[in-house]
Nanobody
Framework: QVQVLESGGGLVQPGGSLRLSCSAS????????GAWYRQVPGKQRELVAR???????NYGDSVKGRFTISRDYGKNTVDLQMNSLKSEDTAAYYC?????????????WGRGTLVTDSS
């Protein structure tokens, strides 16, 4: 059974930084694409950043220039470096991974990690 796990969330003051990491456990696979989304109560889940297997990267408009998504092939993770955090970045952050198995590709989601303004 595959599980997607997010880590690195927590309390942070405006202007601060956090690094989120996303990994998957289970049977043999390759991460094809990875993405981070976020959601606040009462609002739709929005794309924060996406990285594809060919290296293409997309960011949501509200995080461009502040957040960076990357792949760590050694650790087999998809990471999100968040700098210059703002109060409006407070949300539950979810990782989405497209995992490639011998039999095909399937999408998995983590349960989320909270990023909260501590001010």
């Amino acid at each position: 059974q595959v599980q997607v796990l997010e880590s690195g969330g927590g309390l942070v003051q405006p202007g601060g930084s956090l690094r989120l990491s996303c990994s998957a456990s289970g049977i043999s696979f390759t991460i094809r694409h990875g993405a981070w989304y976020r959601q606040v109560p009462g609002k739709q889940r929005e794309l924060v950043a996406r990285i594809r297997s060919g290296g293409d990267i997309n960011y949501g408009d509200s995080v461009k220039g502040r957040f960076t998504i990357s792949r760590d092939y050694g650790k087999n993770t998809v990471d999100l470096q968040m700098n210059s955090l703002k109060s409006e970045d407070t949300a539950a952050y979810y990782c989405s991974l497209d995992l490639e198995f011998e039999w095909g590709v399937r999408n998995y989601w983590g349960r989320g990690t909270l990023v909260t303004d501590s001010s």
